[in-house]
């Protein structure tokens, strides 16, 4: 997801992004519990580098004692048959749609072709997993250096765990893996609170109008924000109106608590916010912009401070069950986190 915007409406990813992509989150993100296992070899560069939700980047004359920096996953120089291979466990069960495979800045370097196959499995043990069923969800494909490779699974099966195989050897900046979340709320307690927006629970973030200082998608990551980067800011606004993002729960559900955390933001918090929601059958997500501008207020304007949580329950207005949320800044800065706490429907 882009963290600059020029100032107008930006949906979940770049443009170039198929819609496959755009209606998913990266079920391979380190922040929702995704990490590396195992790999058959990473020599020159670790294979847990791969799943860093940053872009990768490139830094002249940085070397290590096993050579070129490089960020993403490379192995060495393969000088016997066979070729090389990871093993990864998503951050959440989910339907695969596709990959971004990512080979920028591997130029010399890059792996010529990959496959990918999935598995379910209850734990992370690197021999009880090989010894797994696998499915192959993507077959060999041919790869070019420094470029995005995106690629739709083959699978509408839900998975928790991938081996990458890279023939026969070589480099992969970054893996983004597209899918839904599944099955999080299915042995719930009925009368359970979650935050029925968090990344981890299938929320994802799907239009917004400025990005220009940090993504939408960090509002509802894991715990509290690292640093004032960590966090949905906006550039200044010097036009009337205010800014806004639309995000989707990860199921239909009745909010109960709201929290707006400005963690970090000081001299750039908004002075002011509020929330819409509705419930949503259908639809693009491109066709909700126009729409949530109608949709009933689920939190009237509340004043803000900065660096600080702010709860809301007596305020919330009881519309039912919802499935999006725009949350409107007034008239611009920056908010850490966005919690929502509620009843999944039933």
């Known amino acids: 997801m882009s963290s600059h915007n020029s100032g107008g409406i930006r949906v979940a990813a ?14 391979a993100n ?17 294979v847990s580098r791969m799943l860093d939700p940053g872009p990768a980047t490139f830094v ?18 393969k000088r016997t048959g066979g070729h090389d291979w990871c093993l990864l466990r998503l951050g959440r069960r989910g339907v695969i749609r596709g990959f971004d495979v990512d080979t920028s800045h591997f130029t010399g370097n890059y792996a010529p072709a990959v496959s990918i196959e999935a598995t379910v499995s209850a734990n992370d043990d690197v021999a009880a997993l090989n010894d797994a069923r696998w499915t192959e969800i993507l077959p060999a494909t041919t790869l070019s250096g420094n470029s995005h490779h995106l690629l739709e699974s083959r699978s509408n099966e839900a998975w928790t765990h991938l081996r990458v195989h890279i023939y026969p050897d070589g480099g992969i900046a970054r893996l983004r893996v597209y ?34 200082f940090g993504a939408p998608a960090h509002l509802i990551l894991p715990g509290r924000g690292i640093n004032m980067g960590d966090g949905w800011e906006t550039r200044r606004r010097r036009e009337p109106g205010n800014d806004w993002c639309i995000l989707q729960l990860g199921a239909a559900g009745t909010i109960e608590k709201i929290e707006v955390d400005t963690a970090h933001f000081k001299g750039n918090f908004p002075d002011r916010c509020s929330i819409q929601a509705a419930r949503v059958e259908g639809g693009t997500d491109r066709s909700l912009v126009t729409q949530s501008m109608f949709w009933p207020v689920l939190l ?47």
């Open 14 to 27: 770049p443009a170039e992004l198929p819609d496959w992509a755009l209606a998913a989150v990266d079920l």
């Open 30 to 46: 380190p922040r929702i519990g995704a990490r590396a296992l195992h790999a058959s070899d990473d020599f020159f560069a670790p």
């Open 60 to 77: 002249p004359g940085k070397y290590d004692e096993h050579g070129k920096w490089m960020d993403g996953w490379e192995t060495r120089r």
């Open 179 to 212: 899918g839904q979340v599944v099955g999080v709320f299915d042995e719930l307690a009925a009368d359970a609170l979650v935050d029925l927006v968090a990344l981890e629970n299938g929320g994802r973030p799907i239009a917004w109008n400025d990005a220009h």
């Open 300 to 346: 009237p304007e509340q004043k803000l401070s900065m660096d600080a949580i702010h709860t809301f329950a007596e305020e919330i207005a009881r519309l039912g069950p919802v499935t999006h949320v725009r949350l409107n800044i007034i008239p611009d800065g920056g908010v850490s986190r966005l919690r929502l706490w509620g009843k999944v429907a039933r």
